[in-house]
């Protein structure tokens, strides 16, 4: 059943959000550190464990699939009710800063992604 | 006639789910007939989406009553859920190939776009420790911005600004990404992981990976959902404090 899926899915969400929001009170910090990145890892780990041992069959699958199709909807969405006009309006510096910092940042890419390439196949211990 | 406004409102999320579907057809169209594909459709729609959003105020074209539900499908719970969801497909083994890179690539993103944003705002006559630091943090993400600002005591004014600049930046990254990506090399999960890592806005980086390749979405997500909570532990501390041996 779909909601099978769903609900596996709803169940890392929110052990995620609760492990960030564990990590924000414990560094002192007001909000949720990484919740969804946590998430994330635990769908991956569940996930792939849940599929090994046969508990979710494709239809369940399914809910999570349609999740994950509703995700650049979601996106246009979220870009169509962002704070645009006070992007523009904070001034030249918002604008300096916003676009070079940025730029910067997308010229290291190539950078760490040779550094990657170098030690990668060695240093996995993440 | 005013029970037609009256039902949209009612059903928000349904009429923003009919909106999106819009928004989606008519930028396809644009991408296969007036781009010739060069442009992936989900990229005008991001695009388009924004160019909406200045008809609006602050919550962007969820503004309008007629749009309201809008803020709801494009909400950080919906989006955050929707992001989890791609990790059904990632695998652990290409995560655990890009390594300490990737953890690294969280670092040193945050350290440059704080560090150099500072600097500009320093240039650009802001001269106290405060209005760098939050102008700096603001290079980050538009919440690590007024959350260092806060932190530090920053005047309204610059967490304004501060706000501003990570809105560019999550502009910048969107429209910027699918263009650039072949560029600097961003076709796989290793390299997709440091973009993440690196440049750290969730909403720039789901977006612009989303218009780039989605197969590459929770490799990206990943390493970027842990920049803006990292970012704002280590700018009002940390690099605050290395940032008062210069200014």
Redesign the interface.
Known sequence: MKIYGVAVLSACFIAGQLIGEALGIFFHFDGNIGGVGFGMLLLIVLGDWIKKKNWLDAESETGIHFWSGMYIPVVIAMSATQNVKAALSGGWVALVVGVFATLLCFSLIPLLSSLQKKTGSSGSSL | MDFIPKLFAKNELIV??L???L??FISVLVSKYLLRNRIPG?AV??????V???F???????DMPL?AG??F???SM???????????????SE???????????LF??IA??FF??GS??YF???KDIKSVAT?GA??CTFIVGP?TGAALGASSDII??S????????????I?TPL?AKR???DNP??AM??GG??GT??GV??GL?ATD?KL??YG???A??YT??A??LCPSVYYLILSLFV
Request: charged share 5%; aromatic share 8%.
């Open positions: 923003a789910f909106v999106v579907g928004i989606m989900a729609a991001i695009t388009l989406g924004l909406l959003a200045y609006g105020e602050k919550k962007g074209i969820a749009f809008m803020a499908l494009g909400g919906m989006r955050d859920f929707s992001i989890v969801s791609t990790a059904m497909g990632a695998s652990l995560i655990k190939k890009t390594g300490w890179v990737g953890i690294l690539s040193i993103g440059v776009a150099v944003g500009i705002g650009m006559g802001y102008i603001g290079a959350v304004a600004i706000i501003a600049i990570g809105v560019i930046k999550t502009v910048v990254v969107t910027l650039i600097i090399g961003l290793q390299t440091i973009y690196l440049i969730t909403s789901a977006a989303a989605p979405v929770p997500a990943l390493t959902t842990f909570g990292l704002c532990m």
